[in-house]
């Protein structure tokens, strides 16, 4: 699966923005998905997943109640509500298949592809 993150920008704290991520393949609907984001200076970080099905969702303390992951099969893509932004919450994400929601672990930890940056100012 080849995935390309959009949807990144500049905004104020407590604005919103909605990532997406495309894919291409024939295998999404088969695989958890979820999403990650590198701060500078920091490694890259788990974020929130969904299951293959949209069923189950788990998100990382800092960002629960505050972002929603969701995924629409059909085009092969998934998204990331993120709402009420703080300035912490600045940092390039990136969109990446899972081994399980439960592992929140990245099925290929070798292609990251191409992330999108996203600068919250205070």
């Known amino acids: 699966v080849q995935l390309q993150a959009f949807g990144g920008g500049l905004v104020q704290a407590g604005d919103s923005l909605r990532l997406s991520c495309v894919a291409s393949?024939?295998?999404?609907?088969?695989?958890?998905m979820g999403w990650f984001r590198q701060a500078p200076g920091n490694q890259r970080a788990f974020v929130a997943g969904?299951?293959?099905?949209?069923?189950?969702?788990y998100y990382e303390g800092p960002v629960k109640g505050r972002f929603t992951i969701s995924r629409d099969n059909a085009k092969n893509t998934a998204f990331l509500q993120m709402n009420s932004l703080k300035p912490e919450d600045t940092a390039v994400y990136y969109c990446?298949?899972?081994?399980?929601?439960?592992?929140?672990?990245?099925?290929?930890?070798?292609?990251w592809g191409q992330g999108t940056q996203v600068t919250v100012s205070s």
């Open positions: 393949g024939r295998t999404f609907s088969n695989v958890d």
């Open positions: 990446a298949a899972l081994e399980s929601v439960a592992t929140r672990k990245p099925l290929n930890d070798h292609n």
């Open positions: 969904i299951s293959r099905g949209g069923t189950v969702t």
